[in-house]
């Protein structure tokens, strides 16, 4: 309908339409309309993917016109409903499925895929899927909602990105059970034969699309993706978001709350439920940041401690991972966190183990009474997961918590009738803005320094308004001014220290990473018509 009748005639369309000329911003309100007859976020999921599947341009202007309204449905918590229902979501396969069964073949399936050009790739084995655990090939839902918030968020090109699912089994019984699953009927294949999987699947890649080409990780379990983080990421262009990124939106959410708190970072003492990937991501960022106040490493580990399924992590423990190990301080064992937070005395507390409920009230009250503003994260994901609710935080700390989540809450209105919004410490902020600062610059390896870099931008765009609201981060209204700021941020730090490979360098890195941004705008249709001087164009006989 949005075509003019120029294109209509040129396109041979013209009478395949109604008579009506409707422009894109019509278009946007035909579908929020149905988007809002809809009752269920599954259903509103579907509508949007569809959409995204059919007109890809509406897509990304619906998206954009209230990314704060559409992003929990194409992303959490909706898409963690959408990864376990996916079989019925199902309506047409979108990114690349590479089986274990395909090894020795892998450039050979690149090669399928139609686009010639790929700059980002996100790519998920399906083993742990946000908190929901091991959902295998139905997995293939996260790395299409993260690339849809890279160009939604970040401006990244949608043609120049590809989600891949590796699917080497599932131990997920009920899925191998389903009837409408749509991966291997098999346990997960694991050992030799895994890795020699990602080792030609990244060599294939980068032998395709170039060195350069951006590999997210994205929702492995924790065996592999601290093992995977260290082995490619010297050679490769790549990162792992359920570490780097959560870290970095966590510590931008620190950094924002020391407004609040005035004092440093290196004055808190930090407890951690939860000690996997996240926490271990945030906690060694932590460290970076409080080596940057000055602090020693040695000193800022001492103020950092962790929780996890077995209790607090104390030396001599057995069963410690070499990564939990760092975080292992002389202390008696204990199992109960409500006898741990009022042993250790954090000022701040950071859940982080996808159990829903695990700050109980207790835990809340007792934090308020140690702390003046104790600071409170709980970023477990989906909702169910959470370990309390905006409103308990602020209920039982009587409104002095400062409080960030991993999945949205409604604000909340204390008995004093102030109201306040929590924050989101989504990694939305962070992926999209890393990525086209990557591309933009053609970093070829993401070192910590990015994202560290990365939460010191996030917090900056905090204003005081935004605090005194309750938020640590800044609306998602202007997360894509957010996120071109940490590209541009992230580029010149590239030139500056000699680690950026597109040259010549931009003399305004800004303009140039703008015009890398892509546009919702729809293209012309129209043929490139034009005429000749009527001289020229007598018929000579």
Not at 128 to 144: E, F, S, T
Not at 419 to 448: D, M, R
Not at 468 to 475: A, F, I, N, T, V
């Amino acid at each position: 309908m949005a075509f003019t009748l120029e294109e209509r005639q040129q396109l041979n369309i013209h009478g395949l339409l109604p008579p009506c000329f409707l422009g894109q911003d019509a278009q946007v309100y035909s579908i929020v309309k149905n988007f809002e007859r809809l009752t269920s976020d599954l259903d509103r999921y579907i509508l949007l993917m569809s959409l995204q599947d059919r007109n890809e341009k509406l897509f990304y202007k619906v998206l954009t016109s209230d990314i704060e309204r559409f992003m929990p449905i194409v992303y959490t918590p909706t898409v963690g409903l959408a990864c376990q229902q996916y079989g019925l979501a199902f309506r047409r396969p979108r990114g690349l499925f590479i089986t274990i069964h395909d090894r020795g073949h892998i450039a050979t399936m690149l090669k399928s895929w139609p686009e010639n050009i790929i700059k980002a790739i996100v790519v998920t084995d399906g083993e742990r899927i946000l908190g929901l655990g091991d959902l295998g090939c139905y997995g293939m839902g996260i790395p299409v909602g993260k690339l849809a918030l890279y160009t939604a968020c970040g401006g990244v090109k949608p043609h120049e990105c590809l989600p891949v699912m590796l699917d080497v089994g599932t131990d997920n019984e009920a899925l191998l059970k389903d009837p409408l699953y749509i991966g291997l009927r098999h346990k997960r294949i694991r050992g030799q034969a895994y890795d020699d999987l990602l080792d030609e699947f990244m060599e294939a890649v980068t032998s395709r699309y170039g060195m350069n080409c951006l590999i997210q990780f994205e929702d492995f379990a924790n065996a592999n993706a601290f093992r995977l983080l260290h082995k490619y990421r010297n050679k490769y262009c790549t990162f792992n978001d359920d570490i780097q990124g959560t870290a970095s939106v966590a510590v931008a959410g620190l950094l924002a709350a020391l407004r609040i708190t005035k004092n440093r970072l290196s004055d808190h003492t930090v407890l951690f439920q939860g000690a996997g990937e996240a926490a271990l991501g945030i906690a060694n960022l932590i460290i970076m940041a409080m080596e940057k106040e000055g602090v020693s490493k040695d000193a800022a580990i001492k103020r950092i401690w962790m929780v996890d399924s077995k209790g607090l992590i104390v030396k001599g423990r057995a069963s410690l991972t070499s990564e939990k190990e760092r975080f292992a301080h002389e202390h008696g064992e204990m199992k109960n966190l409500e006898d741990i937070v009022k042993d250790i005395k954090p000022s701040v507390l950071i859940g982080v183990a996808a159990i829903g409920g695990a700050f109980t009230k207790q835990i809340l009250q007792d934090m308020a009474a140690l702390n003046k503003r104790p600071i409170i994260f709980a970023l477990s994901n989906p909702t169910s997961k959470a370990e309390c609710t905006a409103e308990q935080c602020y209920t039982y700390t009587r409104g002095c918590g400062i409080f960030a989540s991993g999945s949205p809450f409604d604000p909340v209105t204390l008995p004093s009738g102030q109201t306040l919004y929590p924050g989101q410490g989504n990694n939305s902020y962070v992926f999209p803005g890393v990525a086209l600062g990557v591309i933009s610059c053609g970093l070829k390896h993401i070192g910590e320094d990015v994202f560290l870099t990365t939460a010191e931008v996030i917090a900056q765009q905090v204003s005081e308004e935004n605090l005194q609201e309750g938020r640590l981060y800044p609306p998602l209204v202007t997360i894509q001014d957010v996120s071109l700021k940490i590209a541009v941020r992230i580029a010149e730090e590239a030139y500056r220290n000699n680690t950026a490979s597109t040259y010549p360098q931009p003399k305004d890195l800004e303009a140039f990473i703008r015009s890398q941004v892509y546009s919702t705008d729809y293209n012309s249709f129209a043929a490139d018509s034009y005429t000749w001087p009527e001289e020229a164009m007598k018929v000579k006989l």
